[in-house]
């Protein structure tokens, strides 16, 4: 197989890992403010993510290092073309990874409340806009000879919003079943209750984007020639429905690997569609940036296949092993025997 | 001011504004860790204490130092994309392999070491730091061989209008980036020894938990002699290395302008730019410069006035900056010196004097920090990547004059209120001193092996 190929599967794979990964924290995130009748559940809420999402939001800076590696022209003009968009991305996080840490460390309630508009900003809108984006590149960006036509309200056009959506509702839903599995009692059947009513409207924005899809994008034309592929949209479908099958029976565990799997067959669906391009044009398909057009030599993309599959799977070995160490629930006990974090 | 100037601008505000967190991080990592272990070994609850004081003022500054990373990797993209499209190939290998390698061991750890303390075993707990630390330092390795290839591009070749990896080895064995290495780490360890005193020489002085904060001052003293000594020798063979490398940034450092064999070093140096020239130059050391860069006296130091005037980079500032880091060497090796002296005969109550002066000193590691960074980068330029790419030639295309000012103004507030927020805690909670009651965590440490 070519090295390019490898690499935007492994590209393909790192966003999926890290949408998977961070959008429970995006979910928690967006929900924690909502959801919580104390202060002590606020805490339990922070919780839950305080032990991993650091190391969760690395799969994006390595998402962003690989694109960088294996597809520099890409990671230029990405990052160049959608500059502003990027900033407000960039401060998000920059105020979610701040407020994570520093909301505990003073207790007068104001300062808190401030780091709870942190923490919910920093989680929606990130999530909105990698939505947006992504909704975007599937579409594809206005560049040709002359550069790039766009701008930041251009990418809020109907489909990027309603792809920002889609983002939106699969992190909160994400999100909800993680609290409903890692806190107990009221707080955890508050949170189930909220994941079921939220998915009906994922379900409902789910179907309009599939239908938008077929009108607004070229995504769909790799299935017809292939049909053997159309088994990654249908297994997305089949595990969107399977969140509610299970979360309908109260088993909640499977409900919520029914809706990683969701959230890494969607991003896929999503890639499968795009290749060989990364980026399309919809100017003008010879100004698309594609996997050969804007890949680094073999070479680099040899070194980088060897470091990642050496690496890639360490870090997947440890990063479990991590969760394995915190796979209880968190209570109220946790909170007042570790003052330090939360 | 245009796109251009004002990316720029943006990239030296966002990266000396990272640099105030990366090296506290880099050192105090290590500080935090060799407590924890010696709280393993010796079972001693001060050294417990001093983990945990020392620790909490080790993740106030961590959190700011990922954040403001971050931003670092997607300018590359953003402001530099000329940049970015031309040297990608060969670039973007080390950052990919800094993230797979160092930032997951980095960010996975943390979690587990502040999120651990009832869940792990003592023994994996102070493992669990020791890996932040080790993984803090292999992320810095990798950023400065990335930094080392703009400094001096080994192991490629300019094909289809760019620059092609062809010798990854050459990369990773760049002697310009493992010196910067070795520079940039242990400027780190300076860094956070001279917190750990400055914070302990404000308790000492007045009296609070004195045996706590002697036994940190002890422990940062010998840490910032060695270091300081340290940096010195490192220093002298990456600046030999700048001469061989790159002659226009060494001669600026110098302020040579006229190429001569058997080169003097001149203590004090005031040079005129607008005239190529020197005003004073007083209190010569016959052939030292030549031998400090070459390793003999009667070597040639290249000047200024051989390169055309639009190769060389800003004099003033990277000769200014690169006296004012010297200085501030020395100044170290001296402090640290004294330090070491005074706390191991156990003279510090006694002190006072020395003791306010340690304070003071407190910043002044940060700022020959950050004027090292200047010699390093104002001093190759008008390169980005030195004898390849001007900087001129590596900035985005489609980004506008009106973009970057908002970005640029967007940065100055977010991280000036960062700022505000990060220097009020750091304050408060070094004042405050460290807890005394660990019973919640000395009770549990240790009954849940893992």
């Given at each position: 197989m070519e090295f390019q190929i490898i690499w935007f599967i492994l590209w393909g794979v790192l966003w999926a890992v890290y949408f998977m990964l961070d959008g429970f924290d995006f979910g928690a995130g967006m929900l924690h403010g909502f959801i919580s009748r104390d202060e002590t559940e606020k805490k339990i809420i922070m919780k839950t993510i305080g032990p991993v999402w650091n190391g969760n939001e690395v799969w994006l800076i390595t998402a962003g290092g690989a694109t960088f590696a294996a597809f520099p022209t890409t990671y230029a003009l990405m990052f160049s073309y959608l500059y502003s968009a990027l900033l407000l991305v960039l401060f998000a996080l920059i105020l979610r990874g701040v407020a994570m840490e520093f909301r505990g460390k003073e207790d007068s309630p104001g300062w808190k409340k401030g780091w709870d508009l942190a923490i919910f900003l920093g989680s929606f809108l990130p999530a909105l806009l990698f939505g947006v984006a992504f909704g975007n590149i599937f579409q594809g960006l206005p560049m040709d000879a002359d550069g790039y036509h766009g701008s930041l309200l251009y990418l809020l056009n109907p489909y990027g919003l309603l792809t920002g959506l889609l983002f939106v509702l699969l992190f909160l839903v994400h999100g909800a079943l993680w609290l409903t599995l890692k806190t107990s009692n009221s707080l955890s059947e508050r949170a189930a209750g909220l994941a079921k009513k939220l998915w009906f409207a994922l379900l409902l924005v789910a179907v309009a984007f599939l239908v938008h899809t077929y009108f607004a994008t070229k995504l769909y034309a790799n299935y017809l020639g292939n049909y053997v592929l159309l088994i990654v949209p249908v297994l997305a479908v089949l595990s969107l429905l399977g969140i509610m099958f299970f979360a309908s029976k109260g088993q909640y565990l499977k409900s919520f690997i029914s809706s990683c799997l969701t959230i890494v067959l969607v991003t896929f669906t999503g890639v499968i569609g795009l290749f060989p391009n990364l980026i399309p044009s919809n100017l003008d398909v010879r100004h698309s940036l594609t996997i050969f057009n804007s890949s680094s030599s073999i070479y680099t993309l040899k070194i980088m296949t060897v470091v990642a599959l050496i690496f890639v799977p360490v870090v997947i070995a440890y990063q479990i092993w991590m969760y394995r160490i915190f796979r209880q629930k968190t209570t109220q006990l946790d909170i007042t025997s570790e003052k330090e974090a939360y | 001011m245009d796109a251009l100037a004002l990316s720029r601008l943006q990239f030296a505000v966002t990266s000396m504004f990272h640099f105030i967190f990366v090296p506290l991080t880099l050192g105090l990592s290590i500080l935090v860790a060799y407590m924890e272990s010696r709280y393993v070994r010796t079972g001693d609850e001060i050294y417990l204490r001093m983990t945990k004081f020392w620790g909490k003022l080790f993740l106030i500054n961590f959190a700011l130092g990922i954040v403001t990373g971050i931003t670092m990797e997607f300018q590359f993209g953003m402001n530099w994309a000329e940049y970015s499209k031309y040297v990608g190939d060969i670039f973007g290998a080390p950052l990919a392999i800094e993230a797979t390698v160092a930032f997951f061991l980095e960010s996975t750890f943390i979690g587990l070491w502040v999120f651990g303390w009832n869940k792990i075993s003592k023994k994996l707990h102070a493992l669990s730091i020791w890996l932040v630390a080790i993984a803090t330092n292999l992320s810095a390795l990798w950023i400065l061989l990335a930094n080392g290839w703009m400094q001096h591009p080994v192991g490629y070749v300019l094909r289809n209008n760019r620059a092609e990896m062809v010798d990854f080895v050459a990369l990773i064995t760049n002697a310009y980036g493992w010196l910067k290495f070795f520079h940039t780490v242990l400027s780190g360890y300076v860094i956070a020894a001279f917190f750990v005193m400055g914070i302990s020489a404000y308790h000492i002085i007045k009296s609070?938990?004195?045996?706590?904060?002697?036994?940190?001052?002890?422990?940062?003293?010998?840490?910032?002699?060695?270091?300081?000594?340290?940096?010195?020798?490192?220093?002298?063979?990456?600046?030999?290395?700048?001469?061989?490398?790159?002659?226009?940034?060494?001669?600026?450092?110098?302020?040579?302008?006229?190429?001569?064999?058997?080169?003097?070093?001149?203590?004090?140096?005031?040079?005129?730019?607008?005239?190529?020239?020197?005003?004073?130059?007083?209190?010569?050391?016959?052939?030292?410069?030549?031998?400090?860069?070459?390793?003999?006296?009667?070597?040639?130091?290249?000047?200024?006035?051989?390169?055309?005037?639009?190769?060389?980079?800003?004099?003033?500032?990277?000769?200014?900056?690169?006296?004012?880091?010297?200085?501030?060497?020395?100044?170290?090796?001296?402090?640290t010196f004294i330090a070491v002296i005074i706390s191991i005969r156990d003279r510090l109550e006694s002190n006072p004097a020395f003791l306010r002066i340690m304070l003071y000193a407190l910043p002044l590691p940060y700022i020959a920090a950050q004027l090292g960074w200047i010699v390093a980068e104002v001093g190759r330029q008008p390169w980005i990547v030195y004898g390849v790419l001007k900087t001129s030639a590596a900035v985005s295309k489609s980004i506008s004059n009106t973009q970057v000012w908002a970005s640029l103004i967007g940065f100055t507030l977010l991280y000036g209120f960062l700022a505000v927020i990060d220097i009020y805690l750091l304050t408060r909670n070094a004042q405050k001193g460290p807890d005394n009651d660990l019973s919640a965590i000395v009770k549990t440490a240790g009954t849940q092996e893992v």
């Open positions: - | 609070s938990n004195l045996d706590f904060f002697k036994k940190s001052f002890r422990t940062a003293a010998v840490f910032g002699l060695l270091s300081s000594v340290l940096i010195f020798i490192v220093g002298d063979f990456h600046a030999a290395e700048v001469a061989k490398t790159q002659p226009t940034k060494f001669a600026a450092m110098e302020a040579v302008w006229e190429s001569q064999k058997g080169a003097d070093y001149h203590l004090i140096v005031v040079p005129d730019t607008a005239n190529e020239r020197n005003v004073v130059e007083a209190i010569g050391i016959p052939g030292m410069m030549s031998f400090l860069a070459f390793g003999y006296s009667q070597a040639e130091v290249r000047g200024l006035k051989e390169f055309p005037a639009d190769g060389r980079p800003p004099v003033m500032a990277t000769f200014l900056s690169f006296r004012t880091m010297l200085a501030f060497g020395l100044l170290f090796l001296i402090l």
